[in-house]
Structure formats: C-alpha cells, structure tokens
C-alpha cells in the first residue's frame, strides 16, 4: 500500500479524544502558514467536521462522489470563508462507513489529486478497516489520546492492529503463506508466548524466509506514528505518551515521531458551542498555540 505524501491522517480509537476540534484546527494553522489545506471527514456515516466551522448544509457530501452522483471530488469542496482553506463534508448514508476496497483506493487517488498542498483525514473512532487503510497509505498519521488510560490503551491496539494488518498485505504480495499462518499465530500470544513480540515474531519468520521477513521489518519502520495527548491538565499528564511509546518500542518494534500535547483549554468548550473552531475564536488561547506548534512540527 504505496504512501500518498500530501495526506495527513488523524485518528482518534477512542470516541470524545477531541479528534475532529484538533483536525479542524490544525486545517486552519496549516492553511495559516501558506499551506493550501483541504480538511476532509472521513468519519463515514457520523460526520460532523463541517459543524466545527459553523457550516450547517451544503449541497454536496462525500456520499455524492462515493455512490457516483458527482464525478469530480473537487466539485464537492465547500469553501470555509478562510484563506486557502476547504473542507469535504463526510457522509450519512447507511452502511457508507464500510466502503469496499475498490472504492476506497479510488477515493484515495482523488484525494491525493485534488491538488492542494495537505489533504487532512479526519478519520471514525475505532479501528475498522476503512480507518486503519487510510492510516497506513497517509505520509503523517497523528494518533490522538487523552491520559486516561483506557484511552492509551486503544491507542496502543490501534498501532497493533495497523501493524498486523500492514504485515497481512505485505505477505500475502509476497505469497508467503507459511508466514502468514504465522502472523495469525501471534495475534494469540496466550497460547503462543514466544511471539508475544514483533522481534519473536520476525526470529521466527526468519526461519521460514529471512529475505521477506527482513523486507517486512523494514516496512514496519516506516509506520511512525506521530501522538498528541490532549487534554493535558498536569505535568504528570503530559508524561503519559510515554507510556504508548514504550509499549509500541517494546513490543510492536515501532517507534513514534513525534510525542506532543495540548492543554486543557475552556476555549474549546465555548468555541465548540458557538460552533466555532477555537483557532478563529480565541487565537491566543493554549489550545491554539499548542496547534500551532503542532503544525509547525509537522512542516518541518
């Protein structure tokens, strides 16, 4: 699965993590800095991005290009009123979140075509098939937690499940099968301690064929998740990040690119209820500020 280096991909497994604030927002400073942004919801069958910018209707969503009604995607952008910034309302049809295969390449490819600097993916909590694709084929992936810990945890098992999934396609393109009842093998790590790790896994895998396995772990290198812990309240906090980080290092063998935080900021709050994004409304808040420094990073 090639990677599509103008998509940035937001992903948030546990629903209320502030995912689709912080994907509005960073739209905005992206777009700020000179970027030419498209935010698209991807959050299929429960959009609600374009209520982030106070955008109530439009005559076109992505169920219109989805189920062939328009055939140029650029024909659904809906302008923001802000420079150099659109956005792509997501759809509400049922049973749209489970978009076949096909018809989720083909949207990647338009997306990557429309022409703007970033395409910002605003992808469902969860991780259903659909959200861990467009996590894998985007350049940058920003995983958004919270510091509670059931919400670290599934950010964690988000990262296990693209990293299975990932290994899936890579070995069935090799037509490797012996490697694949493998990797089966080692989702049930209960009855098959040995391969509770990536790095068990692959000294197994070796032994089947070491020149795919040795390719495969060279792909997993390229899966750098990049974290935001939002909300951050403490300094205590801030340090939970950390934590997904060793797990990944520990036993996926995936290191992050980045671990940032934002605050917690009643901006968001009374943004959101004026349905507003913050970055308009109180520019100088933490909460901007901690996304400017996120887009910062992210051209760097």
Do not use: W
Not at 19 to 38: D, Y
Not at 63 to 68: A, C, G, L, P, S
Not at 214 to 235: E, M
Request: charged fraction near 25%.
């Amino acid at each position: 699965m090639e990677k599509h280096k103008n998509l940035i991909a937001i992903i948030g497994p546990k629903g209320g993590v502030g995912k689709t604030s912080i994907s509005a927002n960073l739209a905005i400073a992206l777009s700020r800095m000179g970027k030419k942004v498209v935010a698209v919801d991807l959050d299929l069958g429960a959009s609600n991005l374009h209520a982030v910018f106070g955008i109530r209707d439009s005559k076109y969503s992505l169920d219109d290009f989805v189920q062939n009604r328009v055939k140029k995607l650029g024909d659904i952008i809906v302008d923001t009123c802000l420079k150099n910034l659109g956005i792509i309302r997501g759809g509400d049809v049922p049973g749209i979140a489970n978009m076949q295969y096909k018809k989720k390449m083909k949207l990647v490819r338009h997306l990557s075509g429309l022409g703007f600097d970033l395409v910002i993916l605003d992808l469902a909590p969860g991780v259903s098939h659909n959200v861990v694709d467009f996590a894998i084929i985007a350049k940058k992936t920003l995983l958004v937690t919270t510091p509670e810990v059931p919400s670290l945890l599934n950010a964690y098992s988000f990262i296990k499940v693209a990293v299975f999934r990932r290994l899936t396609f890579f070995f069935k393109y090799k037509k490797c099968p012996d490697i694949l009842d493998l990797l089966e093998r080692a989702k049930d790590f209960e009855n098959y301690p040995h391969l509770k790790t990536m790095g068990g896994f692959f000294r197994e895998a070796r032994e089947i064929n070491s020149e795919v396995a040795d390719s495969a772990k060279k792909i997993l290198s390229g899966i750098t998740p990049f974290l935001v812990v939002n909300r951050i309240r403490t300094g205590n906090d801030a340090n939970t990040g950390e934590v997904i980080q060793g797990l990944m290092q520990n036993y996926l063998g995936i290191k992050s690119s980045e671990l940032m935080s934002i605050r917690e900021d009643i901006a968001v709050e009374k943004a959101i209820a004026r349905m507003k994004p913050v970055m308009t409304e109180a520019p100088n808040s933490p909460f901007s500020r901690d996304i400017e420094q996120i887009a910062l990073k992210l051209c760097e």
